[in-house]
């Protein structure tokens, strides 16, 4: 039985105003090609570069969020080798003195009913390269500088990790942070955060075998799919007596295979030596300790506030986690309702307003977000529906009507109802006629509910809520039916 040994690098495209060492825009939505550049970030000679102290601070905060050391000293090497899209012919990394040292990140085992600690090795700051264009058909390649110099964030995990699962949630997770952290939008899509695992099978515990590494994967999914047909691919080497060659493989996404790329360079390779033209970067403690005072609460420490204060379940408390603006929503529409309340019946709310933030309002949303401008329903109103429901003032039907007009208008639920005329009929005296009118209508329904047959009591009660336009007390309809159902018997 082989064993995985699996570690990540992962880099993430920081959201700053402008480039790592220019003043050309960091504007990853730019269409035109080679527009936001500069001689600087093009490498011409006589340039000098200039270090960006937003994205210092914002990778700063990143280790310090994931548990790391920041040295008081650091630096930035050159990182020598030739691509196409490097207009400099090396990229400003840092080596042997990163911002960031050691650290960890918890996720949540396969199992989700413990945790596990992926250790962090380092988190570093360098510049993003340019970009490639094939053309489909043609035998020639056309290069984008417009990303050349974006600050890039690195993360290199330990070899901890011992599956696609986990891989697969530790990526997930730190895609999480970096919008609580708000350092990056890390659009995957948009090459904004790039996932590169290093794998290596071995039969004994602790050993490590032939490293393999998957460069550019760019969505959780590949990552999951890559790592699991690679562990395949080496063990049936390995079971056939073969050797795994070290070296880099892309990933296919659409055969759902990796090919080999190129023999895996090692460190010497680079010819790493200090950056001439930058200076070293020494930190005070008031410095790094005032960007770790804007750490807000994290994922990991939100998703079990929730399910301690609020008893919501954990796909709840997750969803509540991801969606980060709708779970402020919630806790603001959670502090609009009423406080005087037994403990029960708040619960009771507190489950109501999940339960249609998580299936009304979202279907109503279609995708958007409660923090889109468009947005017009206040946590008050949306307060004030979620009691109307639990007082019993509108049926659940009617709920769904008032809740479409507050969401096109923003109306107050008590407004709409009056307007609308969406009042609960609760006289017993009217739903009454009502269930007596109903019942002379459907004969055979109560033929067949005298016959044992439960579902025409069900179907009658819907004849009721029809004929109201869901305005009827629906238990009171079901009980007065009940009642009158059995006196004919």
């Not at 570093?124 to 964030?153: I, K, W």
């Not at 025409?456 to 309809?477: E, F, S, W």
Request: proline fraction near 5%.
């Amino acid at each position: 039985m082989y064993k995985p040994t699996i570690g990540l690098e992962i880099h993430i495209e920081l959201k700053t105003k402008t480039k790592m060492f220019c003043s050309c825009p960091n504007n990853p939505d730019e269409k035109r090609p080679n527009f936001n550049i500069c001689p600087i970030c093009m490498g011409h000679p006589g340039t000098l570069p200039v270090i960006n102290e937003e994205a210092v601070a914002k990778v700063i905060k990143t280790g310090l969020a994931l548990n790391s050391q920041v040295p008081d000293h650091s630096k930035f090497d050159r990182k020598n080798y030739f691509y196409p899209d490097l207009p400099k012919g090396y990229q400003i990394s840092q080596y042997d003195k990163p911002l960031c040292v050691g650290g960890y990140l918890e996720i949540p085992t396969v199992q989700e009913q413990l945790s596990r600690k992926i250790r962090v090795r380092r988190v570093h700051l360098e510049e993003d390269t340019g970009s490639l264009v094939h053309p489909e058909g043609e035998n020639y390649s056309l290069v984008n500088f417009n990303r050349a110099g974006v600050p890039l964030m690195e993360l290199v995990t330990e070899p901890d990790i011992v599956s696609a699962k986990e891989a697969k949630k530790f990526a997930e997770e730190l895609h999480l942070i970096m919008h609580y952290l708000d350092v990056s939008d890390a659009d995957m899509e948009k090459g904004q955060m790039r996932v590169e695992v290093n794998i290596s099978l071995s039969e004994k515990e602790g050993e490590l075998g032939t490293k393999v590494e998957i460069k550019n994967l760019n969505s959780f999914r590949s990552v999951e799919r890559a790592i699991d047909y690679e562990i395949e691919r080496q063990e049936e080497i390995l079971k056939s007596g073969g050797k795994i060659l070290q070296e880099t493989r892309g990933w296919n996404d659409v055969k759902g295979i990796t090919v080999s790329q190129r023999k895996k360079e090692e460190a010497h390779d680079y010819r790493y030596f200090p950056e001439p033209d930058l200076p070293g970067l020494y930190f005070s403690r008031d410095f790094v300790g005032k960007i770790k005072s804007e750490i807000p609460e994290l994922p990991a420490s939100r998703r079990e506030r929730l399910k301690r204060e609020y008893a919501l379940t954990n796909e709840e408390a997750e969803l509540f986690v991801y969606y980060k603006n709708l779970g402020e929503y919630f806790e603001k529409v959670i502090s609009e309702l009423p406080s005087n309340l037994p403990r029960e019946n708040l619960s009771r709310l507190i489950k109501l307003s999940a339960n249609y933030l998580i299936t009304d309002l979202q279907g109503l949303l279609k995708g958007r977000s409660v923090a889109d401008k468009d947005f017009l329903i206040t946590p008050e109103n949306f307060a004030e529906f979620i009691s109307l429901i639990f007082d019993g003032k509108i049926s659940s039907k009617i709920a769904k009507q008032v809740l479409s007009e507050m969401f096109k208008t923003g109306a107050d639920p008590s407004n709409v109802i009056e307007e609308k005329e969406l009042v609960q009929i609760t006289d017993k005296a009217q739903v009454e006629g009502i269930v007596k009118e109903v019942i002379s209508q459907n004969q055979k329904a109560m033929e067949d509910y005298k016959a044992g047959k439960e579902t025409a009591l069900q179907y009658l009660v819907g004849q009721i809520m029809a004929k109201t336009k869901g305005r009827a007390n629906p238990q009171m309809a079901e009980s007065l039916l009940k009642e009158i159902l059995t006196k004919t018997k």
